[in-house]
């Protein structure tokens, strides 16, 4: 795939792969083109070359309402929650346009019993970890086949980071596939089952999470190894 | 006292539909829409057609309100694209160029078409006395009309998964497309929602009088004060301001003039703008 805006590309052949019930990682630092490949996946911007393909089935150049309703959730970085809505409000919406399954709820409260207790806050009021929490929520009660997280830590102290992270690890016991976007890179590649190291807007690395981890090169460049 | 308060409270609900009827559109589309008097006359003046041909009141008026949705859709559908595809300040004066010309149109082509057209829905029946002051039945016809659209609307939008969907685009259009909405069906329905509530305005207006054809443009500074006032984007505002206004408007015509209603009118959207641009209820 490449995408970028206003005719200039920012990411040029990636190719990403996650199958079934993986987590998956895209390392890189600031301006690697990440959110571009994850806006261009979710339609929020049309791909200028390649496909999004999704259980055999094309998605390229659907629309992102359409491209959300067939199973992918995206959670951008910036969240675009609604803030004048209650927590409760923005995760019906997440079903959309059916109606909320109760069942999902109980298992969004249980994963983060925090939005259990603030039900009724409006969203521009939570915290930036209960906001990203209620992301989070938001995306899973339409029971995405792919949850796509870009950056998820953002704007979390490292200890708030952490127990998101554990979250996520539930998430996927639970059995649902992630694609995650991070520069917390240790956090990142302790969940993961594979990941691809993103630069300058194309794929520089990939291979398991232990190979990554095992790479001098990723050792250098984002885990702080010297 | 009373009996002024009341004419306004009558006023004021009319004013409170027109006000959200604009507030919505802007709210979800960016669009100051200075055509929305037009579609209100273009209401009355069919549904006036359709009774001269001899139907039924009530079939007039429900077809008239559907006439007046299907042309609000219409402009959604075809003169509004190309605004759509600018943002932030072009959107807005985009916006506000085409459908001052759209006014320009509807008003010309029915001035042109029907100088003498006016809706008058004549409600027979003796007063009835509310707090002690008698009012007309057309008058008490059209605040039930209203209050009905009112509450109609607040359910809508409180307790539908659609109505909810509308929020949200309003809130955070990107946000709502990441969960499976469709924004420009959902602003084609609410341009639609729009102009049966101008079709309503129609009704309700010319059960206390006629509503003549060339009161379109006055209709439009209502409803942009009354919008600007109770925070555009806001419906609960705009329908509070209305309210506000109308007996605003009637007070200041009964103890100073109907000269001065207009200017007090304005003047009370520019003090909003100024002490409180947010509007009432506006975020």
Known sequence: ?226 | MRAVILDGLVLGLAFGLLGVGMTLVYGLAGVINLAYGQIVVFAAIVISLLMEDGMSTLLAAVLGVLAAAGLSALLDLTLMRPVYREHGEERTLLGLLLTLGAAFVIAGVLTWRYPDGALYIFVDGDPISVIGVPMAVGSLWASAMALVAAVVLLLFFGATTFGRGVRSVIQDEIGARLVGINPSFVRTVIFAVSGALAGVVAIAQSMSGPLTVNAGFELTTFALIVAVVGGLGSVAGAFLAGVLLGVVNALSAHYIGQYITTIILLSAAALTILIRPRGLLGR
């Not at chain 1, 890189?28 to 490949?37: D, H, Q, R």
């Not at chain 1, 339409?142 to 554990?166: H, W």
């Open chain 1, 1 to 226: 795939m490449a995408a970028g805006y206003l005719g200039e590309s920012v990411i040029d052949d990636v190719d990403v792969e996650v199958r079934s019930g993986e987590a998956v990682v895209i390392v890189g630092s600031n301006g690697a083109g990440k959110s571009t490949l994850f806006r261009a996946i979710a339609g929020l911007i049309q791909p200028m070359a390649g496909r999004v393909v999704l259980d055999g089935k094309d998605l390229t150049r659907r629309p992102a309402y359409r491209i959300a309703r067939s199973g992918i959730s995206y959670v951008p970085a910036e969240r675009h929650l609604f803030p004048a809505m209650t927590l409760k409000s923005n995760l019906h919406l997440g079903a959309y346009p059916r109606r909320a399954d109760p069942a999902t709820l109980e298992l969004v409260y249980d994963l983060f019993p925090r939005l259990r207790e603030r039900q009724r806050q409006q969203a521009g009021t939570l915290s930036g970890g209960e906001q990203q929490m209620l992301a989070v929520g938001r995306a899973l009660m339409a029971r995405p086949r792919l949850l796509m997280l870009d950056e998820p830590t953002t704007g979390l102290s490292p200890k708030i980071a952490q127990v998101a992270f554990e979250a996520l690890e539930g998430l996927k016991n639970e059995g649902t596939t992630l694609l995650i976007a991070e520069q917390q890179v240790p956090l990142a590649l302790s969940v993961a089952d594979r990941g691809y190291v993103l630069e300058n807007g194309r794929i520089r690395l990939s291979g398991t999470a232990k190979e990554l981890e095992g790479n001098p090169e990723v050792q250098r460049a984002y885990l702080g190894v010297a």
